[in-house]
T-cell receptor
Framework: NAGVMQNPRHLVRRRGQEARLRCSPM?????VYWYRQLPEEGLKFMVY????????ESGMPKERFSAEFPKEGPSILRIQQVVRGDSAAYFC?????????????FGPGTRLTVT | DAKTTQPNSMESNEEEPVHLPCNHS???????IHWYRQLPSQGPEYVIH???SNVNNRMASLAIAEDRKSSTLILHRATLRDAAVYYC?????????????FGPGTRLSVLP
């Protein structure tokens, strides 16, 4: 059973470009979470999605960031007009259920570097 | 979710047991105690979770105090591969978003 897959693993963008990060959840999982980890900091929740729905985006910056989880295909985290402060590791997690204690399984992350 | 308190760092010798403490004095009755770990340059990895009773799995054991205000993650024989940041997280039924709130965790160093 393949784990959570994220691609690309490393992404370099110049300031002002767009970054698209992809996450394929584990088989049978319909809940996806995105987290961001800035250098030398802890993981911070960004957004929680179910198929075709954003359930909680309380951790998403108000501008330039968006996320989707279409009926078919991976979840996408999109960052428009990237700035140096967006450089971080972005982790996706998935779970089978919503209610506790359902475990979340994390992908290897996408390391975004903005030059 | 209620707050947890963990030591910033701990050291252990290889092949010895490790006890990682976590205080959660404001835990509610419906909060589950989860432990995750993050190895260098990797995503967090699920370790174990429990509610009231002690739990064992192939990775670790979780000992929960009778009043549930603290818990201890036990690695029975530390290996070099266990060097990681360990996160103790509470997650309850009142968390609408069902996301995990990660604190700074405990950085475990394992000495050969």
């Amino acid at each position: 059973n393949a784990g959570v897959m994220q691609n690309p693993r490393h992404l370099v963008r110049r300031r002002g470009q767009e970054a698209r990060l992809r996450c394929s959840p584990m088989k049978g999982h319909s809940h996806v979470y995105w987290y961001r980890q800035l250098p030398e900091e802890g993981l911070k929740f960004m957004v929680y999605l179910q198929k075709e729905n954003i359930i909680d985006e309380s951790g998403m910056p108000k501008e330039r960031f968006s996320a989707e989880f279409p009926k078919e295909g991976p979840s996408i985290l999109r960052i428009q007009q990237v700035v140096r402060g967006d450089s971080a590791a972005y982790f996706c997690a998935s779970s089978r259920d919503r209610a506790p204690p359902s475990e979340q399984y994390f992908g290897p992350g996408t390391r975004l570097t903005v030059t | 979710d209620a707050k947890t308190t963990q030591p910033n760092s701990m050291e252990s010798n290889e092949e010895e047991p490790v006890h990682l403490p976590c205080n959660h004095s404001t835990i509610s009755g419906t909060d589950y105690i989860h432990w995750y770990r993050q190895l260098p340059s990797q995503g967090p990895e699920y370790v174990i979770h429990g509610l009231t009773s002690n739990v064992n799995n192939r990775m670790a054991s979780l000992a929960i105090a009778e009043d549930r205000k603290s818990s201890t993650l036990i690695l029975h024989r530390a290996t070099l591969r266990d060097a990681a940041v360990y996160y103790c997280i509470l997650r309850g039924l009142d968390n609408y978003g069902q996301n995990f709130v990660f604190g700074p965790g405990t950085r475990l160093s394992v000495l050969p």
